[in-house]
Nanobody, 117 residues
Framework: QVQLVESGGDLVQAGGSLRLSCAAS????????IGWYRQAPGKQREFVAS???????NYGDSVKGRFTISRDIAKNTIFLQMNSLKPEDTAVYYC???????????WGQGTQVTVSS
């Protein structure tokens, strides 16, 4: 099984930057796709970014050009570099992984990002 633990959430001013981390443990070689979603109060969970086992990246329209997803394979960790943050980026950010075997969806516990205006 794979476990995901996010960190790095914080309170930041608009225009600032923040880097989130998601550390994976367990059967990490079983991860086919991993990425970030976010959920603001009263809103549905929204796709932010993902990176595949072949390093193919995808981004949600609202974060393109501002956020960058990357990974450190040796540390089994992915990162989300968030620049030019806006108040509308305020949300709980969740790490999500899809396994190779059975396409099981796994989620971390989330980390809070708050952007003040």
């Amino acid at each position: 099984q794979v476990q995901l633990v996010e960190s790095g959430g914080d309170l930041v001013q608009a225009g600032g930057s923040l880097r989130l981390s998601c550390a994976a443990s367990g059967s990490t070689t079983n991860i086919n796709l991993i990425g970030w979603y976010r959920q603001a109060p009263g809103k549905q969970r929204e796709f932010v970014a993902s990176i595949s086992s072949r390093d193919t990246t995808n981004y949600g329209d609202s974060v393109k050009g501002r956020f960058t997803i990357s990974r450190d394979i040796a540390k089994n960790t992915i990162f989300l570099q968030m620049n030019s943050l806006k108040p509308e980026d305020t949300a709980v950010y969740y790490c999500r992984a899809i396994t190779r075997v059975f396409n099981i969806e796994l989620w971390g516990q989330g980390t809070q990002v708050t952007v003040s205006s």
